[in-house]
């Protein structure tokens, strides 16, 4: 199986901060990367796929770069509506295997 | 617009079985991988299954054996049926169509809690 592992676990950051989140695949995925935002009570919401293809209605502030086993996250001035977990997720097969999430705080 | 709407989650006693639906509009079932995606409760998301297209179906080592997933083309309607349930498969579970590994819609999930 291939393992997804996420850092840091959690981060904290202002309002208009640039934040990154990394994503390491124990083996090539090549692209077949995607990421998630989830906010507390709810069901998460794609936001990336195909590791930088942004999903119709995200904002532009997110963006995603990477391939094979690296993968990063950029949320390029963080809004208050970004305070979420994240989550990457691999399926270049089954197992489709996600990462331990991301935890997003307000500083 | 794609929805999914999941039902049947609920109490159960170890070793017992239940059946979670999820009702699906806006698009066929036949034509789009679906699945099911776990959450235990503060935990991370996990994998559970999937059925594609064609009819074949995986399922995550955790309930291989145990889950059977399926579909309804009548009802457009995704089947998660869950036999020798154990304390560690208490979850939401939520129901998801994949743009083909990847998770584009979500539902908003059913919680199954499993406890004597």
């Known amino acids: 199986d291939i393992q997804m592992t996420q850092s840091p676990s959690s981060l904290s950051a202002s309002v208009g901060d640039r934040v990154t989140i990394a994503c390491r695949a124990s083996?090539?995925?090549?692209?077949?990367l995607a990421w998630y935002q989830q906010k507390p009570g709810k069901a998460p919401n794609l936001l990336i796929y195909?590791?930088?293809t942004l999903e119709s209605a995200v904002p532009s502030r997110f963006s995603g770069s990477g391939s094979a086993t690296e993968f990063t996250l950029t949320i390029s001035s963080l809004q208050p509506d970004d305070f979420a977990t994240y989550y990457c997720q691999q399926y270049s097969g089954s197992p489709y295997t996600f990462g331990q999430g991301t935890k997003l705080e307000i500083k | 617009e794609v929805q999914l709407a999941e039902t049947g989650g609920g109490l159960i006693q170890p070793g017992g079985s239940l059946t979670l639906s999820c009702a699906a509009s806006g698009f066929t079932v036949i034509n789009d991988y679906m699945g099911w995606v776990r959450q235990a409760p503060g935990k991370g998301l996990e994998w559970v299954s999937i059925v594609y297209s064609d009819g074949r179906t995986e399922y995550a080592d955790s309930v291989k054996g145990r889950f059977t997933i399926s579909r309804d083309i009548a009802k457009n309607t995704l089947y998660l049926e869950m036999n020798t349930l154990r304390v560690e498969d208490t979850a939401m579970y939520y129901c998801?169509?994949?743009?083909?590994?990847?998770?584009?819609?979500w539902g908003r999930g059913t919680l199954v809690t499993v406890s004597s």
């Open positions: 083996q090539s995925i090549r692209t077949y």
């Open positions: 998801v169509r994949t743009g083909g590994g990847f998770f584009d819609h």
């Open positions: 195909k590791a930088s």
